[in-house]
């Protein structure tokens, strides 16, 4: 399986992680800093800023466009619970 | 006195006149001395207040909070004496909790001039709280930096997430050097005297308070601190208990103490290198998950650069162990199975640990079992549900260990240690830096 690595810069962790993972299930595990709420993309609450590798996250759905939005979301910003991960990149609690 | 009784006639809080706090400010929050517990899990042995705030400026006046919905009409009464209702220009919501937003629905139909301000992260919550209610709400976001101009004075936002909700903001007044603190600061004290120092004796309400509200957010604390500690303080309002005029700067430095590691204590080490710490706790009815229990902080404790702690969970009271477990990057419960499942005291332990953050922490379960074991994977659930990892999968013995076993459970112990101090594989491949070794996600399922 395709492999991609996840780095969470607030704790200066990265992990090896099997393609299409969602940020939430490896980020509680290795105690970043992002916090969750509903866990299915509707609170807003776990919003986080990719600082690289903004490309290798899947898309956002309409309803996670419209949380973000709801919630003051800036350039880089995406829901943990939602973004799953396809390529390097690193992020941060926003 | 601490209870309102004779004597209370008179006081500022009484009746329903506001309470000038600070030149054309005002207290119009309401008092409610009978509760008894305050949102389930808070005692409160006096009851509690629900501070809202009134700030005239030469072009309008601002709103700061309201309050629980059953005692709008005191908050409304003693608002009507300070502004009128097109006179009010600005709502600022600190915090959405209901006992704070209680009394905004009506409030936006009685000042239709009016503009709510909340932080970035509180629509959501906004839409929520107010769903049932057909009302369209208009609103701003506001951020750190953020100021709403009131002529002669300002209102200017600190964004303070997480203390203790995700939409927590506090509300600073630069000319009178007011800062209206939602309820970081407060306290569930009910006293008609109100100020700090003419009410009652309120600081076991103070600690209280800190530590079942803001004690899991302590990073929060910390952060929100950076923004506070620099400002010019003449008066705290915050929305729960009394109002802080008498050296409000106590209460800052005692949320930093607070917030802070405990020092105090901190066992003095003959090597000086930092440690990481694991605790092994256990429950034992016939001594053989003690015998466990030892075994594996032996194994754990050959380990270089992890101090191991071994308690008996029947032996102490368990807020002092949420206090390690708090400081501790691993724990290792170990249980007998009792009819299919793990003994009292352990849930005991773990329901408790609501009050502190276990983010990043190791645990791991273990214990001897008669004819079924259900208590260690039942714990391991229960932990990861916590969301704490669990490397290394939980040892369960039947009956009395052997040799053999005990030598299984020294493994255990080392395997443990290994993965809280990262020499589990990993750390060969450190070379200096400050990032850590990276990990593969099949060693954290």
Redesign the interface.
């Known amino acids: 399986m395709a492999k991609a ?1 996840l780095t969470f810069e607030d ?8 393609a299409g ?1 969602r940020v939430i299930e ?1 980020s ?6 992002i ?1 969750y ?1 509903c866990r299915e993309g ?4 776990c ?1 986080m800023h990719v600082t690289e590798g903004w490309n290798n996250l899947t898309e956002p759905s309409v309803l996670e466009e419209k ?1 973000l939005r ?3 979301a800036g350039r880089h910003d995406r829901l943990a619970c939602q973004a799953q991960v396809i390529g390097d990149c690193t992020v941060k609690p926003a | 006195m601490s209870r309102t009784t004779a004597g209370s006639e008179g006081q500022p809080g009484t009746g329903t006149t506001p309470v000038a706090i600070a030149d054309g400010v005002h207290w119009i929050g309401a008092l409610d001395p009978s509760l008894r517990r305050f949102d389930l899990i808070l005692r409160t042995a006096n009851g509690t207040t629900y501070n809202a705030y009134a700030v005239r400026g030469s072009a309008g006046v601002a709103v700061v909070d309201t309050v629980k919905a059953e005692f709008a009409d005191t908050f409304f009464a003693r608002l009507e004496q300070v502004a009128g209702y097109d006179e009010i220009r600005v709502i600022v919501l600190n915090h959405l909790e209901p006992d704070h937003s209680g009394a905004l629905p009506e409030l936006m139909r009685r000042a239709p001039r009016a503009k709510l301000v909340i932080s970035k992260r509180a629509p959501a919550m906004l839409k929520a709280l107010l769903k049932a209610d057909d009302q369209e709400i208009r609103y701003d976001t506001v951020d750190t930096g953020d100021a709403i101009d009131l002529g002669d004075r300002r209102l200017r936002f600190l964004h303070t997430p997480f203390l203790h909700w995700p939409d927590t903001q506090c509300t600073y007044l630069p000319e009178q050097q007011v800062l209206f603190s939602g309820d970081v600061f407060g306290c569930h004290h009910c006293d008609p005297r109100l100020f700090n120092d003419r009410v009652g004796d309120f600081r076991f309400a103070f600690e209280y308070y800190y530590a079942h509200i803001m004690r899991p957010f302590k990073a929060h604390v910390l952060d929100a601190l950076k923004l506070i500690e620099p400002l010019p303080l003449k008066l705290i309002a915050p929305t729960h208990g009394p109002i802080l005029r008498e050296r409000p700067r106590r209460y800052v430095a005692r949320y930093r103490e607070l917030s802070g590691a405990d020092m105090a204590l901190e066992p003095v080490l003959a090597d000086a290198k930092p440690l990481r710490t694991l605790l092994v706790f256990y429950l034992s009815a016939y001594g053989s998950t003690a015998r466990m229990a030892e075994a594996i902080a032996a194994g754990a404790e050959g380990v270089p650069g992890i101090r191991v702690s071994l308690y008996d969970l029947d032996g102490g009271e368990t807020e002092p162990f949420v206090d390690l477990i708090e400081a501790a990057d691993a724990i290792a419960l170990g249980s007998p199975t009792v009819n299919g499942d793990a003994v009292k005291p352990v849930w005991d332990l773990l329901s408790s640990l609501a009050v502190v953050s276990l983010r990043g922490k190791v645990g791991a379960a273990f214990g001897s079992y008669g004819w079924s074991g259900e208590a260690v994977p039942m714990i391991e659930d229960r932990l990861r549900g916590l969301k704490l990892r669990v490397p290394v999968p939980g040892l369960r013995l039947k009956l009395i260990p052997t040799d053999a076993e005990l030598a299984d459970c020294r493994d255990f112990g080392q395997a443990l240690a290994q993965a809280v101090t990262g020499a589990d594989g990993a750390a060969a491949e450190a070379g200096g830096g400050a990032q850590k070794p990276v990990i593969d996600f099949a060693d954290l399922a």
Do not use: F, H
Not at chain 1, 42 to 45: E, L, M, P, V
């Open positions: 690595k704790i200066g962790q990265s992990v090896n992680v099997p993972i490896v509680e595990k290795v105690g970043a800093g916090i709420g509707d609170c807003g609450t919003m949380v709801e919630n003051m």
